[in-house]
């Protein structure tokens, strides 16, 4: 069975702080693509970054970077001096090659104090 | 491009009740998901549909149904309703499913009385 774990349930820092939120998978596909979403409170799950399980090459994206280790089998993303627009839900999912199904994690609740 | 699109953006219904709720992919997408997000659940996948046949199904009673269009619109109806059924209910769309990244709606938020 396939599952993702979001430990940290809620982050709260101060502006310009960096924070790194967690995700762990599990899963026995060998091709599987990973995903984070940001979900601000009007609810759209708005896309950030998709991974596939062949490709662990780390990617930075002006602020934002992620982490994929498939050693570990964690793939994180951290947020580089923080902004208060930043603040939201962020989830990270996990799909198999062949599957539409999306699983994903609890979700971290992201707090960016001014 | 216009981004998914859903409708209604909120709904209030009692127990008992039938609701449908409509959702317009991405043009030149053609492959739509429903997920249901409640805080106790989480984000759990409902149904796919493709080419207007339901392709993939999540662990859900029978109760949750949909179907999907010739223009690749998509509804999803819910029979007698629950409270258990309040939830904030998410569309995305892809290509064609399977490998390509999922766009969301703002999803329907249905409160259910």
């Known amino acids: 069975a396939q599952k993702v774990t979001q430990a940290q349930t809620e982050i709260s820092v101060v502006e310009k702080e960096d924070v790194t939120l967690d995700c762990v998978y599990e899963?026995?596909?060998?091709?599987?693509?990973l995903f984070w979403y940001k979900q601000p409170p009007s609810g759209e799950l708005v896309f950030l970054i998709r991974?596939?399980?062949?490709?662990?090459q780390n990617e930075i994206s002006g602020r934002y970077s992620w982490n994929f280790q498939k050693s570990t089998s964690s793939f994180n993303f951290t947020i580089t001096a923080s902004q208060v627009v930043d603040s939201a839900v962020y989830f990270c999912a996990l799909k198999s090659a062949g599957a539409q199904k999306l699983v994903f994690g609890q979700g971290t609740r992201l707090t960016i104090n001014p | 491009k216009a981004g998914v699109t859903q409708t209604p953006r909120y709904l209030i219904k009692t127990r008992g009740q039938q609701v449908t709720l409509s959702c317009s992919p991405i043009s030149g997408h053609r492959s739509v998901s429903w997920y249901q997000q409640t805080p106790g659940q989480g984000l759990q996948f409902l149904f796919e549909y493709f080419s207007e046949t339901q392709r993939n199904k999540g662990n859900f009673p029978g109760r949750f149904s949909g179907r999907q269009f010739s223009n690749s619109r998509s509804e999803m109806n819910v029979s007698t309703l629950e409270l258990g059924d309040s939830a904030l209910y998410l569309c995305?769309?892809?290509?064609?499913?399977?490998?390509?990244?999922?766009?969301f709606g703002p999803g329907t938020r249905l409160l259910v009385l």
């Open positions: 991974r596939n399980s062949f490709d662990e």
């Open positions: 899963t026995r596909d060998t091709t599987y693509y």
């Open positions: 995305a769309s892809s290509l064609r499913g399977q490998v390509e990244t999922q766009y």
